[in-house]
């Protein structure tokens, strides 16, 4: 089992830059395929980016790609979001989530990650 602990939001200008981290308990975590996912009000939980467990591959959603780079430390049980040219509609509460399951595809539904953190606001000011 794996804890989640999400920092970093806040608030920042249209076309500013944020970074934000989760910090993951436990001697296993490059043993999770790890992800970031976002939810505005009133929208569902939608997928921003993922990396599997070496963190030599990454995938993102095309809202996001080119803009949002993914990467994690195993040694320091670390993931983190580094989110530039940020928008208003990038406005929402950031989700780190974990799974230790295989899958044949790139993960990017919420069904297919078992652990989550309890989100940071970023919100994005026009």
């Known amino acids: 089992q794996v804890q989640l602990v999400e920092s970093g939001g806040g608030l920042v200008q249209a076309g500013g830059s944020l970074r934000i981290s989760c910090a993951a308990s436990?001697?296993?975590?490059?043993?999770?395929?790890m992800g970031w996912f976002r939810q505005a009000p009133g929208k569902e939980r939608e997928f921003v980016a993922t990396?599997?467990?070496?963190?030599?591959?990454?995938y993102y959603a095309d809202s996001v790609k080119g803009r949002f780079t993914i990467f994690r430390d195993n040694a320091k049980n670390m993931l983190t979001l580094q989110m530039n040219s940020l928008k208003p509609e990038d406005t929402a509460v950031y989700y780190c989530?974990?799974?230790?399951?295989?899958?044949?595809?790139?993960?990017?539904?919420?069904?297919?990650?078992?652990?989550w953190g309890q989100g940071t606001q970023v919100t994005v000011s026009s």
């Open positions: 989530a974990a799974d230790r399951r295989i899958y044949n595809i790139v993960p990017t539904r919420t069904s297919q990650y078992e652990y």
């Open positions: 990396t599997i467990r070496s963190g030599s591959s990454t």
């Open positions: 436990g001697r296993t975590f490059s043993s999770y395929v």
